[in-house]
């Protein structure tokens, strides 16, 4: 079965951390790109972090860097987002994506699967 399946939300005071994974199975576990994207509730959807090729390459959005850090577990065909230093803004549904197109200014790009989401909620 082609699917993704998130795990590691939860709530958590502002500069705390949370580790989000994401297993993927069936044909999305030979997808090049993976990557989170956020929700907030009223916003639109964002890409947050994207690794290509087991970490050949890595996207961050502006408002996480040097907080948050994608990694991939090739063998277990998982990839993490590790969040530390969170901020009430960070506040979102999370999605885990798989895609085959890359680009380094955006991320993944033309998402082939999604995954059911994983809430995370930071308090002041």
């Known amino acids: 079965q082609d699917q993704l399946v998130e795990s590691g939300g939860g709530s958590v005071q502002a500069g705390g951390s949370l580790r989000l994974s994401c297993e993927a199975s069936g044909y999305t576990a030979s997808s090049p790109c993976m990557g989170w994207f956020r929700q907030a509730p009223g916003k639109e959807r964002e890409g947050v972090a994207s690794?290509?090729?087991?970490?050949?390459?890595?996207y961050y959005a502006d408002s996480v860097k040097g907080r948050f850090t994608i990694s991939e577990d090739i063998a277990k065909n998982t990839v993490y987002l590790q969040m530390n230093s969170l901020k009430p803004e960070d506040t979102a549904m999370y999605f885990c994506?798989?895609?085959?197109?890359?680009?380094?200014?955006?991320?993944?790009?033309?998402?082939?699967?999604w995954g059911q989401g994983t809430q995370v909620t930071v308090s002041s």
């Open positions: 994506a798989a895609a085959l197109r890359y680009r380094d200014y955006e991320g993944c790009r033309d998402i082939d699967y």
């Open positions: 690794i290509y090729y087991g970490g050949g390459s890595t």
